[in-house]
């Protein structure tokens, strides 16, 4: 290593150790505050709390839409099921409700169901589920 290098390196190295010593002083300081030997019990940071999520849409309830799906009475013909898609509204028809519940089962950061009816032959809505 030529002698340029190596000053350079050594200047580098005496900074870094300057920087240690800088930080012990400050670990000094803080322990003497807190009342603790070194280390001590890291105080608790603003940064440590997490904010809550805003509720989001109509307010669900208490049973789940997947363990509320029941098979179609009567005079029901078909599901209405409106969901969310990578922020799109999608509406779809079915007439099982296997296919419903493998919906209800995909949910997540881009599915949301929001809500699912029955209908009759004409098409009028008999239930919310």
Known sequence: ????????L???LLEREAQW???????QAVAALLGEPYP???????SDQRGRRKATGAPRSAAAPRERLRKLEERETTYRVVYRQFGKTVTELHAEPEALRTLLAAQGANVAVERIETLDAAGAVVAVL
């Open 10 to 12: 050594n200047r580098l």
């Open 1 to 8: 290593m030529n002698v340029d290098r190596q000053i350079l």
């Open 21 to 27: 010593v800088r930080i012990h002083a400050a670990e």
């Open 40 to 46: 001590w019990t890291r105080p608790a940071l603003p």
